[in-house]
């Protein structure tokens, strides 16, 4: 069965540093994958997906994040931290067997500290 | 563009009545929407799928007459929690892939519905 993890339930970041939210997922084969951003009491926003093609994504906001067949993962980086930046943060893998379907990882919750 | 909405955006209810939850696309019709729900701190776990007109199809552990899910049109799903219990208090949000879309895997989040059972 296809799962995502993401290391750390809680990451708190200085504000102008980087900002690193770690997604690996297991899958029979490379799925396509997801960061969202979920801010308090509010719906998700996609902040950047893989599909094919290139493997460094560049979303929303000023994150990017590069898939890593060989170690699974599709780790979210950010350069500078920002105070907006603050909110809970999900990887997702398309479910391979359709395709339609998402499946979301636990979660990480990250702050700011100014 | 792509925008999805979802009345109320929170509810309180007493245990044992029924509430009935919105979700629209506002500027794209959806030939598919989903449902999920996320526990406090918790991640968004999917409990249905609905294609318009047909039934929807129900994930694993997810009771198919306490949630009743209507996908009446194109731009609305319904989703209505019968017999609720302080148990369903939760986050629902749905989500709607466009009609047409070749990207299966596209969909837009509305806001979220907050349900609170007393």
Known sequence: AQSVTQLGSHVSVSEGALVLLR???SSSVPPYLFWYVQYPNQGLQLLLK???????????NGFEAEFKKSETSFHLTKPSAHMSDAAEYFCAVSDVTSYDKVIFGPGTSLSVIP | GAVVSQHPSWVICKSGTSVKIEC??????????FWYRQFPKQSLMLMATSNEGSK???????????????HASLTLSTLTVTSAHPEDSSFYI????PKGGVKLYEQYFGPGTRLTVT
């Open chain 1, 23 to 25: 997604c690996n997922y």
């Open chain 1, 50 to 60: 893989y599909t094919t093609g290139a493997t460094l994504v560049k979303g929303i």
């Open chain 2, 24 to 33: 629209r696309s506002l500027d794209f019709q959806a030939t598919t929407m």
């Open chain 2, 56 to 70: 929807a199809t129900y994930e694993q552990g997810v009771e198919k007459d306490k949630f009743l899910i209507n």
């Open chain 2, 94 to 97: 749905c989500s709607a892939r």
